[in-house]
């Protein structure tokens, strides 16, 4: 008799898990889509259990009461860090990573642990199947319009359209742009009450922090046209709010995010129009 191990594998240019295989997979689906790019050397796998082994470990910060940042240290693929927005009826976390371990775990069991998961883009599903079950079978909010990216299937995931409102006074918005289902999550609560968005890439935080940029691709640097970039800006102009949080650590427009977004897309499409 002879069994066979299989492994959910996680692609180290993208840190997308794979689903259950006996050996890795042929390529990985996110990183040959035009919008990224395979590893300069070549395709290559790891597991959570290798990376376990290999020291890395997560950073959990406060970034504002309530809100609360993972990232992983050492950098690993794209280098995102997930967000925790923390309300009395329930916790979602924004974005995720690959790297998860038992102290994250603790660590943000104490925070009120995750009840539900959405996400930027399909370039930060990480190891969203791992995070949901680690909290007992935390919802994962998948837009209609991306579910082709799910690599990892599982009965947590839920579909989605247009918008929801996950708990009260946190809402996921669907924008578009770099990816069809390219989504927001408006909190209410945020910024001292002023309201923050977090956005990922999909209004994504530029170097100065003044401004932010709207692309279909960010490492192969390809434009939205002008009327994607007016279909962000429509869809996130009915909520009030005062800063951004991208994707990274220093990816942060503390103050007058609004109008920044407004300003941003002018700029844009004055450019891009010539
Ligand atoms: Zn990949
Ligand atoms: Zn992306």
């Given at each position: 008799m002879t069994t066979t191990t299989t492994v959910s594998y996680i692609c180290k240019t993208c840190g997308v898990q794979y689903a259950?295989?006996?050996?890795?997979?042929?390529?990985?689906i996110i990183c040959d889509d035009e919008r990224q790019y395979i590893g300069w050397q070549g395709q290559q796998w790891t597991t959570l259990d290798e990376m376990r082994a290999g020291g890395y470990k997560n950073d959990v910060r406060e970034l504002e009461p309530n809100l609360t940042g993972i990232g992983t240290q050492?950098?690993?693929?794209?280098?995102q860090r997930a967000l925790l927005v923390q309300t009395p009826q329930g916790n979602v976390l924004w974005d995720c990573i690959s790297y998860l371990d038992d102290d994250t775990v603790e660590r943000v069991k104490a925070l009120g642990g995750v009840q539900a998961i959405a996400f930027?883009?399909?370039?930060?599903?990480?190891t969203m199947v791992e995070w949901a079950h680690a909290f007992g079978g935390a919802t994962i909010y998948i837009p209609k319009a991306d579910?082709?990216?799910?690599?990892r299937p599982d009965p947590a995931v839920q579909l989605w359209e247009?918008?929801?409102?996950?708990?009260?006074g946190v809402t996921l918005i669907q924008c578009g742009g770099?990816?069809?289902g390219s989504a927001v999550l408006h909190w209410a609560a945020g910024a001292d009450g002023r309201g923050a968005l977090l956005t990922g890439d999909t209004i994504a935080v530029a170097q100065d922090r003044r401004y932010v940029t709207f692309m279909w691709s960010y490492p192969n640097v390809i434009p939205l046209n002008p009327s994607a970039v007016r279909r962000i800006v429509d869809a996130v102009r009915p909520y009030p709010f005062d800063r951004i949080y991208g994707?990274?650590?220093?990816?942060?427009?503390?103050?007058g995010a609004n109008e920044a977004v407004e300003r941003s897309a002018e700029r844009y499409i004055g450019r891009i129009q010539g």
């Open positions: 259950e295989s006996a050996g890795p997979p042929e390529r990985c050492p950098w690993f693929a794209i280098g930027s883009h399909p370039h930060f599903y990480g579910q082709q990216w799910v690599t247009d918008k929801v409102e996950l708990f009260p770099h990816f069809e994707g990274w650590w220093h990816a942060v427009v503390a103050q």
